[in-house]
């Protein structure tokens, strides 16, 4: 049977525990910065996409209601809601009802939402000008949108104002 002898493990090399200890903390540190990085990056993404939500519902609904509205006549409103007859003689009605914007092409009896569920517009307002008969003026819709869209605990808003101005004079 063979005894250890003492003199030989003091010649074979190996971690001391401190050396373990010390590589073990930088080791932690390391991930504790490599997972910071990566949350911060994960929660900026959060707010980009929420930021391209609301973006892109209200270009599309500015669109919609510009392409609509230049070709239209007959323009009221309620600062809420707009209506007018398009050019294929519908009446079309834009309105905000529960945080969604919707678009009725028969005069109110059926509406569709324009804006998509990832979004939340918190309000809608319409003004007009010059949409008198035979006043000499353009008519004029300013239309002002607010809304936000959330992802994850992020949360992004937008709020945009443009004025849309009608072809043809009110006769």
Do not use: C, W
């Amino acid at each position: 049977m063979k005894f250890l002898n003492f003199k030989n493990l003091k010649n074979e090399s190996g971690l001391t525990l401190i050396e373990l200890i010390v590589a073990v903390g930088i080791f932690g540190l390391v991930i504790g910065m490599v997972f910071g990085v990566f949350t911060v990056t994960v929660t900026g993404q959060h707010r980009i996409i929420a930021l391209r939500n609301v973006e892109d519902n209200l270009r599309f609904v500015a669109e919609s209601m510009a392409r609509e509205a230049r070709t239209g006549k007959d323009f009221t409103s309620d600062s809420v809601s707009l209506s007018f007859t398009n050019d294929r003689n519908q009446s079309v009605i834009y309105r905000l009802n529960n945080g969604i914007v919707e678009k009725s092409s028969d005069g109110g009896l059926t509406y569709l939402p324009i804006t998509g569920p990832e979004i939340t517009v918190d309000y809608l307002n319409f003004s007009l000008a010059g949409q008198a008969a035979n006043d000499g003026l353009q008519p004029r819709i300013t239309v002002a949108i607010g809304a936000e869209s959330r992802v994850g605990n992020q949360k992004a808003g937008l709020k945009i104002q443009t004025t849309i101005s009608a072809r043809q004079l009110q006769s």
